[in-house]
Nanobody
């Protein structure tokens, strides 16, 4: 059974930091592209960051470049999203996604709220 379990969300003040984690089970983690998406109220889900298998390549949404860093630890079957210099507009539910050429799975999401 495939599972993606996100953690690390919460309430943080503007300018603060959070690190999200997504731990996977039920599939060969190292072979999958791992991504973080987010969805704010009333908006469509959008890609935040992605990392290829073996961590060879990363890409980021323009809105988070220079502030967020995606990384993975295949031994721990975990992908991370380090979020620095958080802004109120980063408030959203953050989702982890695993995908290959034919398959994709989503986590249940973790809420991130940036507010003073």
């Amino acid at each position: 059974q495939v599972q993606l379990v996100e953690s690390g969300g919460g309430l943080v003040q503007p300018g603060g930091s959070l690190r999200l984690s997504c731990t996977a089970s039920g599939f060969t983690f190292s072979r999958y592209v791992m991504s973080w998406y987010r969805q704010a109220p009333g908006k469509e889900r959008e890609l935040v960051a992605a990392i290829t298998s073996a961590g060879g390549s990363t890409n980021y949404a323009e809105a988070v470049k220079g502030r967020f860093t995606i990384s993975r630890d295949d031994a721990k079957r975990t992908v991370y999203l380090q979020m620095n210099s958080l802004k109120p507009e980063d408030t959203a539910v953050y989702y982890c996604k695993a995908e290959s050429a034919r398959l994709a799975w989503w986590g249940q999401g973790t809420q991130v709220t940036v507010s003073s």
